[in-house]
C-alpha cells in the first residue's frame, strides 16, 4: 500500500459515517467502518458488504464495534453509557465485540476498533482492573483471526494509555489515534500526546476542533479540517516523525450534504498536506 492513503470513517445503516455512495463519489479507496448491528451481521450480509467494497475497489482498514444504550450526549452520559466501562453490560459487550471480531474477519479486515470508554486514573479501581480484563479477552480473541485491537483515543491522558497498555501487555493491542477527540474531551495536548504514545499507534483519525471554555466539563466543538486547534499540518508532520505508514483517515461527525463537502475539502487539505511532508 503506498503510505498515508486517504480514508474515511464510514458506515452502512448505523453510527455516524459517512455512505458508500460518498466514498465512491470522491474515489477514496479506504474506509474505516463502524460496524453494522447485528441482524445486518449474518453470513448473508457479510458476503453482501464484502463484494459491495471489492466492487467499489475499498479496503476496510478498521471495524469499530458500537452498542446499543451508547450516548455521546455529554461527557458524564459518555463516562456512564460507552465501551466496556459499564459494568452491567460488560459481559454483553464483550460477546458483541467477538461477533464483530468474526464480522470483521468475514468481510476482510485485520483490525477491530473501538471507544473502550473512560478508563479510570486510579490501577486499583474495580473497573480498571475489569477494563484490563476485557482488553486481554479481546485482543486473545483477536489474535486466534491475525487482528489487532484499536483503541480509540480521546478520554484519557496519554500517560494513562500508556500505562494502560503496559498493564494489558498484549502484542496486538494498538491505538486509533483521535486527535480531536483529546480537544473534545480537554483530556489532553494532542501532539505532546501522539509523541508519548507514538510506537503504538497503528491507525488514525483526522478530525479537527476547537478547546472548549471548560476543557473537561463540557463538550469542545468539531469543526472542518484545518478550522480547529490540532494544527493539522503539525498532526501529519509528527505522524512523520513517528513513523507513521497507514490510513489518513477522515471523520467528520455531522451528516448530509455539509458532511460530504466538509469531507471533499479534507480531502485536497490531506492530499496538498501529503505531498509537501512526504515530497511526493
Ligand atoms: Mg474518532
Same mark, same amino acid.
Given at each position: 500500500?503506498?503510505?498515508?492513503?486517504?480514508?474515511?470513517?464510514?458506515?452502512?445503516?448505523?453510527?455516524?459515517?459517512?455512505?458508500?455512495?460518498?466514498?465512491?463519489?470522491?474515489?477514496?479507496?479506504?474506509?474505516?467502518?463502524?460496524?453494522?448491528?447485528?441482524?445486518?451481521?449474518?453470513?448473508?450480509?457479510?458476503?453482501?458488504?464484502?463484494?459491495?467494497?471489492?466492487?467499489?475497489?475499498?479496503?476496510?482498514?478498521?471495524?469499530?464495534a458500537?452498542?446499543?444504550?451508547?450516548?455521546?450526549?455529554?461527557?458524564?452520559?459518555?463516562?456512564?453509557?460507552?465501551?466496556?466501562?459499564?459494568?452491567?453490560?460488560?459481559?454483553?459487550?464483550?460477546?458483541?465485540?467477538?461477533?464483530?471480531?468474526?464480522?470483521?474477519?468475514?468481510?476482510?479486515?485485520?483490525v477491530?476498533?473501538?471507544?473502550?470508554?473512560?478508563?479510570?486514573?486510579?490501577?486499583?479501581d474495580?473497573t480498571y482492573?475489569?477494563?484490563?480484563?476485557?482488553?486481554?479477552?479481546?485482543?486473545?480473541?483477536?489474535?486466534?483471526? #491475525? /487482528?489487532r485491537?484499536? @483503541?480509540?483515543? &480521546?478520554q484519557?491522558?496519554?500517560?494513562?494509555? *500508556? +500505562?494502560?497498555?503496559? =498493564?494489558?501487555?498484549?502484542?496486538?493491542?494498538?491505538?486509533?489515534?483521535?486527535?480531536?477527540?483529546?480537544?473534545?474531551?480537554?483530556?489532553?495536548?494532542?501532539?505532546?500526546?501522539?509523541?508519548?504514545?507514538?510506537?503504538?499507534?497503528?491507525?488514525?483519525?483526522?478530525?479537527?476542533?476547537?478547546?472548549?471554555?471548560n476543557p473537561?466539563?463540557?463538550? #469542545? /466543538?468539531?469543526?472542518? @479540517?484545518?478550522? &480547529?486547534?490540532?494544527?493539522?499540518p503539525?498532526? *501529519? +508532520?509528527?505522524?512523520? =516523525?513517528?513513523?507513521?505508514?497507514?490510513?489518513?483517515?477522515?471523520?467528520?461527525?455531522?451528516?448530509?450534504e455539509q458532511?460530504r463537502?466538509d469531507?471533499?475539502?479534507?480531502?485536497?487539505?490531506?492530499q496538498?498536506?501529503?505531498?509537501a511532508?512526504?515530497?511526493?
Open positions: 500500500m503506498e503510505k498515508w492513503p486517504i480514508g474515511i470513517f464510514t458506515s452502512v445503516g448505523a453510527g455516524l459515517g459517512a455512505g458508500l455512495d460518498t466514498v465512491r463519489a470522491l474515489g477514496i479507496h479506504t474506509v474505516q467502518l463502524h460496524s453494522p448491528h447485528g441482524p445486518e451481521r449474518t453470513p448473508e450480509r457479510v458476503a453482501h458488504f464484502r463484494k459491495q467494497f471489492a466492487d467499489a475497489g475499498v479496503q476496510v482498514t478498521v471495524v469499530f458500537g452498542f446499543e444504550g451508547e450516548s455521546y450526549a455529554d461527557i458524564p452520559t459518555v463516562q456512564r453509557t460507552v465501551g466496556l466501562v459499564p459494568a452491567d453490560t460488560r459481559a454483553e459487550r464483550l460477546q458483541e465485540t467477538k461477533d464483530i471480531a468474526d464480522f470483521a474477519e468475514g468481510i476482510g479486515c485485520d477491530l476498533g473501538m471507544h473502550i470508554g473512560f478508563v479510570p486514573e486510579d490501577r486499583g474495580r482492573i475489569a477494563i484490563v480484563a476485557a482488553a486481554r479477552e479481546i485482543c486473545d480473541y483477536c489474535q486466534t483471526k #491475525g /487482528q485491537f484499536h @483503541l480509540e483515543t &480521546g484519557e491522558k496519554a500517560d494513562v494509555l *500508556l +500505562r494502560f497498555f503496559q =498493564d494489558v501487555s498484549r502484542e496486538n493491542l494498538a491505538i486509533n489515534f483521535d486527535p480531536a477527540n483529546l480537544i473534545l474531551y480537554g483530556a489532553d495536548e494532542p501532539i505532546p500526546a501522539l509523541r508519548m504514545v507514538g510506537k503504538h499507534v497503528k491507525s488514525v483519525h483526522c478530525k479537527d476542533a476547537k478547546w472548549a471554555r473537561g466539563r463540557e463538550w #469542545g /466543538q468539531e469543526v472542518p @479540517l484545518g478550522q &480547529g486547534d490540532v494544527n493539522i503539525l498532526f *501529519l +508532520r509528527t505522524l512523520k =516523525d513517528i513513523g507513521y505508514v497507514g490510513p489518513l483517515t477522515i471523520e467528520r461527525e455531522i451528516i448530509g458532511q463537502k469531507i471533499a475539502e479534507a480531502i485536497a487539505l490531506l496538498r498536506l501529503r505531498a511532508i512526504l515530497g511526493d
